[in-house]
């Protein structure tokens, strides 16, 4: 079978480096009235991987001119010196937005620690008030990676109205918060899991496929409809050849020969991640300025 003429790589690299620009000039214009958006970063424990992401955020921070201010915490950190380090950022009006690298150590409760972040500076999206928000279809800061997905879509299709779209996976960090996203621009949204039947029939049915699954090349040109616009969120780490190299859940290569427009791994979804941490930041800065304003 041959590929649909003209497929399009889906460039993320080219979009988040617009994301950022956007975001610096936006925080060149508050610095003019003297404000200059905060985030924090918290990292407890020494995890490599966790560790390069953080050092990525802060980067990324600096180049747009956003503070950032780094807490790096011992694996052995109790859960209440954790939960007291949030409670000083939440009163700190230098901090914006309050970043928690997860994931933690297994003796402290994850959702404890993120439901005592305050909404307003709940960069991640991962508060349940900004969870309730987004599932309501109100403006609330909003998880990164689904954020930047919809960016991702909106910039290749433009007004998704009345499309298909399947999201395969339904993390509360991904399956969900983009179900929700693509509901408020008025898509028909179907979310399939490892419990669904029929899952490639229910695929084949889609304009637009969200694979965040973690499974390596889960989905092939047998999961497409001709002209299918492929968003591949998955990061996967594999031998292959005697080589580690990153896959994503769609079988690049074979998912060339239905799509009409798909994203790479790497190189797609991953940028508009920190893009959208900043943009984010910036959105908490605003949010925190107007309820400044307001009292």
Known sequence: MNAIPSVKLIDGKATSARVLA??????????????????????????????????????????????SLEHKLPADTGESALLQLIAELNDDPAVNGILVQLPLPGHIDENRVLQAIDPLKDVDGFHSENVGGLSQGRDVLTP???????????????????????????????????????LKAHCTVTVVHSRSANLRELCRQADI???????????????????????????????????????????????????????????????????????????????????????
């Open 22 to 67: 956007e975001v610096r000039e936006e925080v060149l214009a508050l610095r003019e009235h003297g404000i200059q958006p905060g985030l924090a970063v918290v990292l407890v424990g020494s995890d490599p991987a966790s560790q390069v992401y953080v050092r990525n955020k802060v980067l990324r921070a600096e180049e747009v001119g956003i503070r």
């Open 144 to 182: 990164c990676t689904p954020a930047g997905c919809m960016r991702l879509l909106h910039d290749t299709c433009g007004d998704l109205s009345g499309k298909h779209a399947v999201v395969i996976g339904r993390s509360n960090i991904v399956g969900k918060p983009m179900a929700a996203l693509l």
């Open 209 to 295: 496929v969200v694979a965040a699954v973690g499974k390596p090349r889960l989905v092939d040109a047998s999961w497409l409809k001709p002209g299918a616009v492929v968003i591949d969120v998955g990061i996967n780490r594999i031998d292959e050849d005697g080589r580690s190299k990153l896959v994503g859940d769609v079988d690049f290569d074979s998912a060339l020969a239905q799509a009409a427009a798909i994203t790479p791994v790497p190189g797609g979804v991953g940028p508009m991640t920190i893009a959208y941490l900043m943009k984010n930041t910036l959105a908490a800065a605003r949010l925190q300025r107007a309820g400044a304003t307001a009292e």
